[in-house]
């Protein structure tokens, strides 16, 4: 299999790129900052680097690198700084989901691509009409405004909720959401489900960016999982010992 990931110079990106790779993937990375990555990956047959932003790639260019893949796995996000947060891309996410879809479309292929999104528990999915407390509801409104990232990651899933739906014939889409991130070496223990199970805002748990990359990956991987997943948005967690 062959996997085109966006977002690999990130701290997940990589992990999930690493990931890939010990499950036997070949993987076309699309990387503003090459020097960013491993160095042994300019060695390994089975990674592709190409040099460029996202978005300054065309649709027919994107179309050209997707020739062949049978996944497209996002690990984008908006760098925490004030440009990052404030500057432009402001819809980086939502924009290269788009971008993606669209240059798959263009090759016409008759097989249908996997796309998983990393995106966040802070956004709900609409499709289940998550509950969520009043004074969690003031606070994600208050975030939508004044925080762009936040935006942008709701309007990338609802891209593919909405435009690509669930009935589209060339792309099945699944939308990872951890919650609060944080760094571990190995992979753990960890459990998914279809909504959240405690308050993104008040109550967060934890997810290894290395367990996110796993389930991300055996998602691609795994037929049997990408069944049970395709069409949503699971939540993980890692499992508290």
């Not at 020097?35 to 680097?49: A, F």
């Not at 996000?77 to 993606?100: F, M, S």
Request: proline share 4%.
């Amino acid at each position: 299999m062959t996997t085109l990931v966006v977002g690999a110079s990130g701290a997940t990106g990589k992990q999930l790129v690493q990931q890939l790779l010990a499950m036997g993937h070949k993987v076309r990375i699309i990387v503003r900052s090459p020097e960013k990555l491993p160095k042994e990956w300019n060695k390994n047959d089975n990674v592709s680097i190409i040099k460029a932003e996202v978005l300054n790639i065309s649709l027919d260019e994107m179309a050209g690198h997707l020739k062949g893949c049978d996944a497209i796995a996002s690990c984008l996000g908006h760098n925490l700084t004030w440009k990052g947060i404030y500057g432009q891309p402001r819809k980086l996410v939502k924009d290269a989901t788009r971008l993606l879809c669209e240059a798959h479309k263009i090759n016409m292929l008759q097989k249908s691509i996997k796309f998983v999104l990393m995106n966040t528990t802070g956004n709900q999915n609409r499709d289940l009409n998550e509950h969520i407390s009043f004074g969690e509801r003031l606070v994600i409104n208050i975030l939508r405004l004044l925080l762009p990232p936040h935006a942008d990651n709701e309007k990338a899933a609802d891209y593919l909720r909405l435009n690509i739906g669930q009935m589209d014939s060339s792309i099945e889409w699944v939308v990872v959401r951890p919650d609060t991130l944080i760094n571990q070496d190995k992979v753990s223990k960890y459990e998914i489900f279809p909504s959240p199970i405690r308050s993104a805002i008040f109550n967060p748990g934890k997810t290894s960016r290395i367990n996110v990359s796993h389930f991300m990956a055996s998602l691609i991987t795994d037929k049997a999982l990408w069944n049970e997943w395709k069409g949503q948005m699971p939540v993980i967690y890692n499992i508290e010992s």
